[in-house]
């Protein structure tokens, strides 16, 4: 529920452009974002966003912050450069590329 069927978590999804099918199996889900997305690194992507998902639930119930959808795009912003930087070096351009479109 966290994760994909919140109100929150599906915003943060759909700021990806990714819309969850009306289907709730986590593994339905995964693959419609990847029929979605049509890149060869939509798992980093998936796994990116749960994570600033995760990230944002963690702030509320531990630090009190509130959240918010700017939170969480900034948060996956900056996590998936990390990934960007742990890649193989000729997925760099394509990754990066995919980010800058995001942003």
Do not use: G
């Amino acid at each position: 529920h966290l994760l994909f069927l919140c109100p929150f978590s599906m915003t943060c999804w759909q700021t990806l452009q990714l819309q969850i099918p009306a289907f709730q199996n986590v593994d339905d889900i995964v693959q419609s974002f990847r029929f979605q997305l049509q890149v060869s690194f939509f798992m980093e992507i998936i796994i990116t966003m749960c994570w600033s998902i995760w990230t944002m639930r963690n702030d509320v119930i531990f630090r009190n912050i509130p959240h918010s959808i700017w939170r969480c795009k900034q948060v996956f912003k900056t996590e998936f450069a990390l990934v960007i930087l742990r890649a193989r070096s000729r997925l760099h351009t394509q990754l990066n590329q995919w980010l800058q479109s995001y942003v």
